[in-house]
């Protein structure tokens, strides 16, 4: 099997950095990375004051049932 030229590889080479098809896959995955961070991070922080008020909650009718 021959070698191809170095023109070859190199107009190759500079059809695969021009071409934009596989470039929307990867904006929507780094999209999707980065909700999933700011979600996971917002529920990290507002995790802790939702657990208080349903454990306040529960307090309160237990009381209430004794």
Same mark, same amino acid.
């Given at each position: 099997?021959?070698?191809?030229?170095?023109? %070859?590889?190199? %107009?190759?080479?500079?059809?695969?950095? =021009?071409?934009? =098809?596989?470039? %929307?896959?990867?904006?929507?995955?780094?999209?999707?990375?980065?909700?999933?961070?700011?979600?996971?991070?917002?529920? !990290?922080?507002?995790?802790?004051?939702?657990?208080?008020? !349903?454990?306040?909650? =529960?307090?309160?009718?237990?009381?209430?049932?004794?």
């Amino acid at each position: 099997m021959a070698m191809p030229s170095m023109r %070859t590889s190199m %107009t190759t080479f500079r059809a695969f950095l =021009a071409a934009e =098809a596989g470039g %929307t896959g990867l904006e929507f995955a780094i999209i999707a990375a980065g909700v999933g961070l700011a979600l996971s991070s917002t529920l !990290y922080v507002v995790g802790g004051v939702v657990t208080e008020k !349903y454990a306040a909650i =529960a307090s309160a009718l237990k009381r209430q049932n004794n």
